[in-house]
């Protein structure tokens, strides 16, 4: 499968913990999206990466979130000090620089912060 | 700000049409994306419209009138399968914005 892959799939954690998630791109994508999305809404855009570079953050992310992507391949995104707000699914998507072609997400991470 | 509005929720009987409407109002737009999810599952693309008109797939085709910032999706011949959430997400520049989704529910 060649598609785009986050590790893992399940977390859970007590608040204050810090967690990391992982997610693995198509290969030959540039472009690098990580979202949120909670029961009943739509996915909410948290961070992009166009190679290495991280263009732009949300104002959502609060300093306790921090993103990588550090040879412009796989991505990590970590939470600091967890909250129960936090509990959420965390998506990862990926596209080609060529004009606004779709983006592909991964299955997710699913977060609960007990 | 980004503002894309689209129903929270639709029934409709297996072998009918269904249409999702979805309104934006955005800063900017380089083309509107439709993407099907299914509960606990990553969104899929479904179509893309960056030009007014009619897009057809198969038994899903998607709308665009970019003067009124509006745009449909279009689900023919519903199948169980079809029960899903409906995602419009508007992308402008390299970032792609979402509505809340439209989830659809299809009865036999």
């Known amino acids: 499968d060649t598609g785009v892959s986050q590790d893992p799939r399940h977390k859970i954690t007590k608040r204050g913990q810090n967690v990391t998630f992982r997610c693995d791109p198509i290969?030959?994508?540039?472009?690098l999206y990580w979202y949120r999305q909670t029961l009943g809404q739509g996915p909410e855009f948290l961070t992009y990466?166009?190679?290495?570079?991280?263009?732009?953050k949300s104002r959502l992310l609060s300093d306790r979130f921090s993103a990588e992507r550090p040879k412009g391949s796989f991505s990590t995104l970590e939470i600091q000090r967890t909250e129960q707000g936090d509990s959420a699914m965390y998506l990862c998507?990926?596209?080609?620089?060529?004009?606004?072609?779709?983006?592909?997400f991964g299955q997710g991470t699913r977060l609960t912060v007990v | 700000g980004q503002n894309i509005d689209q129903p929270t929720e639709m029934t409709a009987t297996e072998g009918a049409i269904v249409q999702i409407n979805c309104t934006y109002q955005t800063s900017g737009f380089n083309g509107l994306f439709w993407y099907q999810q299914h509960a606990g599952e990553a969104p899929t693309f479904l179509s893309y419209?960056?030009?007014?008109g009619l897009e057809e797939k198969g038994r899903f085709s998607s709308f665009l009138s970019r003067s009124k910032g509006y745009s449909y999706l279009l689900l023919k011949e519903l199948q169980m399968k079809d029960s899903a959430s409906y995602l419009c997400?508007?992308?402008?520049?390299?970032?792609?914005?979402f509505g809340a989704g439209t989830t659809v529910t299809v009865r036999a």
């Open positions: 419209n960056v030009l007014d």
């Open positions: 997400a508007v992308i402008f520049d390299y970032k792609l914005s």
């Open positions: 990466f166009q190679n290495e570079a991280q263009l732009e």
């Open positions: 290969s030959e994508h540039n472009r």
């Open positions: 998507a990926s596209s080609s620089r060529d004009t606004n072609t779709e983006a592909f």
